[in-house]
């Protein structure tokens, strides 16, 4: 497309930097996108080979109902405060559709997860970033910020640091507008806040299955909260924006207990030994309660290890902003990919 055509600004929306990295990367050794290092459940891959028939002619429910269902009965809520997307970013994105016009403020703490700033410029909302505290602590100015719509991701990415309970909350009480509440990682540290769902009209929970169900692959996310919400993301999403097979795959998955333990389980004692492995190289421990690790050196801009990285096929995240160019982030990968990965940062 010719140049002139493209609205100015909304360069870095892709996950990816075109011609720099193959959007597909299957021979990469892949820890800059925090997906499981093991498989989904077997229930989830017999779901959707049952699924894939001839009924694959006929659109999905609107509603994806039957994930609706099976999520809702899994969290103990009504199906009308359950919403599935194909992915939380759909859910994020609709939240931008649903609770912040053209010239809204969109309030986040920086940093945070890049794609917030992204879907400002895309929906024309002006971005609010409130620079975070020592450690990463939310600051006075974010929870009094009178933006319609405010993002906190806990715990956060990159960061993976946890915020408390009483930290979420003293946001909500302090905060005008709908507070979005993204609980990618939440799996992997101590506890949801979806208790608060009762006592917070204006709380909005967005989760995801591309983590801690090890379904990246199917784009499945979904969004917990009051019915007033839940009817206004319904009212913006795209037609059928879950196809057949990621509906009956979320079902299966959120219905497998067991082997979404085994993942959560594997995926934490994996992220201590890591971060060990992380220290006995030199750098500085960064709690995480996700499944990757901020691997820090204090003041030494961590580009040029990125970049020996990738030349070696080994991808991980490097973000070139302020209180961030010394670190790495790097996902809990697969036992291979973390031997890899540590040997060349060894010899980087
Ligand atoms: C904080 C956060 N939210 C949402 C997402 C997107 O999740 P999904 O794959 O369900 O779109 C990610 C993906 O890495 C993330 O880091």
């Known amino acids: 497309m010719p140049k002139s055509f493209v609205r100015k600004g909304l360069q870095g929306y892709q996950p990816y930097v075109p011609g720099e990295q193959p959007p597909d990367g299957e021979d990469w050794v892949k820890l800059n996108t925090n997906e499981s290092p093991l498989p989904p459940s077997p229930r989830v891959i017999e779901a959707i080979k049952a ?16 994930a609706r269902r099976a999520i809702a009965k899994h969290f103990g809520l009504a199906e009308s405060q359950v919403s599935v997307g194909n992915g939380a970013d759909d859910l994020i994105e609709m939240c931008f559709r649903a609770f912040a016009g053209p010239g809204d403020r969109v309030a986040y ?44 991701v806990n715990p956060n990415s990159p960061t993976g640091t946890w915020h408390a309970g009483p930290s979420v909350e003293r946001v909500l009480m302090r905060s ?6 993204d609980e990618a990682y939440v799996d992997f540290a101590a506890e949801s806040q979806l208790p608060l769902l009762a006592k917070h009209e204006n709380l909005l929970i967005v989760r995801t299955m591309s983590k801690s169900y090890a379904l990246a692959g199917m784009r499945i996310g979904f969004a917990l909260g009051s019915p007033a919400l839940i009817a206004a ?28 333990r085994k993942i959560v389980e594997h995926v934490i004692s994996e992220r201590v030994w890591l971060e060990d492995q992380l220290a006995e190289l030199g750098f500085e421990r960064s709690p995480s309660e996700a499944n990757f690790v901020l691997a820090r050196r204090p003041g030494v801009d961590q580009t040029p290890t990125a970049r ?14 302020p209180g961030l160019h010394d670190a790495l982030r790097v996902t809990v990968g697969t036992d291979e990919e973390i031997d890899a990965f540590l040997e060349a940062l060894a010899a980087s």
Do not use: Q
């Not at 699924?51 to 039957?66: C, D, H, I, N």
């Not at 020996?308 to 902003?321: E, M, N, T």
């Open 308 to 321: 020996a990285l990738a030349a070696r096929d080994i991808l991980v995240r490097h973000f070139a902003v």
């Open 176 to 181: 005008e507008g709908v507070v979005v509440l």
């Open 51 to 66: 699924a894939a028939g001839e009924s694959l002619r006929l659109y999905p429910s609107p509603t994806a109902a039957p």
């Open 109 to 152: 703490p920086t940093p945070t997860y890049p794609l917030l700033v992204s879907l400002c410029l895309l929906h024309d909302a002006v971005p609010s970033p409130n620079p975070s505290g020592e450690m990463f602590t939310w600051s006075t100015e974010l929870m009094d910020d009178p933006a319609p719509l405010k993002f906190l």
């Open 233 to 260: 993301l319904d009212a913006v999403k795209d037609s059928y924006n879950v196809d057949r097979l990621a509906i009956v795959a979320a079902s299966a998955a959120i219905e497998d207990i067991e082997h979404h």
